[in-house]
Nanobody, 113 residues
Framework: QLVESGGGLVQPGESLRLSCAASGNIFPFYSMGWYRQAPGKQRELVALIRGGGSTNYAASVKGRFTISRDNAKSTLYLQMNSLKPEDTALYYC?????????WGQGTQVTVSS
C-alpha cells in the first residue's frame, strides 16, 4: 500500500514536498516514481528513480523538482520548488517492484495566486 501526503494549495514560486509511504515489502524495486494528472489530460511521468539510483525527470520540471528515497523508512519524496500554475495536478506515487506494480491514491497540488 502506498500513501501520499504533502499536497496543498500554494502560490506560484513556492515549494512543497510530497511524501509516499509504502507498507509491505517493496524491496528490491525496479523503479519508484511520481506521476501527475491534470483535469482533461493524460497521466504523465514527473520523476523516476531506479533501483540503481539513476533518475529521470520530465523536461517541464527538470531543475525545479528533486526525487529522493529513504530506504529505511520505505518512503519516496518529491521536493518541488519554484512551483508554477501548470504544475497543478493530482500527483500519484508508483512503485514497480518484484512483488508487483503499485499506485497510491494521489495527493492534490494546486498552484494559484
Amino acid at each position: 500500500q502506498l500513501v501520499e501526503s504533502g499536497g496543498g494549495l500554494v502560490q506560484p514560486g513556492e515549494s512543497l514536498r510530497l511524501s509516499c509511504a509504502a507498507s509491505g515489502n517493496i524491496f528490491p524495486f525496479y523503479s519508484m516514481g511520481w506521476y501527475r494528472q491534470a483535469p482533461g489530460k493524460q497521466r504523465e511521468l514527473v520523476a523516476l528513480i531506479r533501483g540503481g539510483g539513476s533518475t529521470n525527470y520530465a523536461a517541464s520540471v527538470k531543475g525545479r523538482f528533486t526525487i529522493s528515497r529513504d530506504n529505511a523508512k520505505s518512503t519516496l519524496y518529491l521536493q518541488m520548488n519554484s512551483l508554477k500554475p501548470e504544475d497543478t495536478a493530482l500527483y500519484y506515487c508508483n512503485v514497480n517492484c518484484i512483488s508487483g506494480n503499485y499506485w497510491g491514491q494521489g495527493t492534490q497540488v494546486t498552484v494559484s495566486s
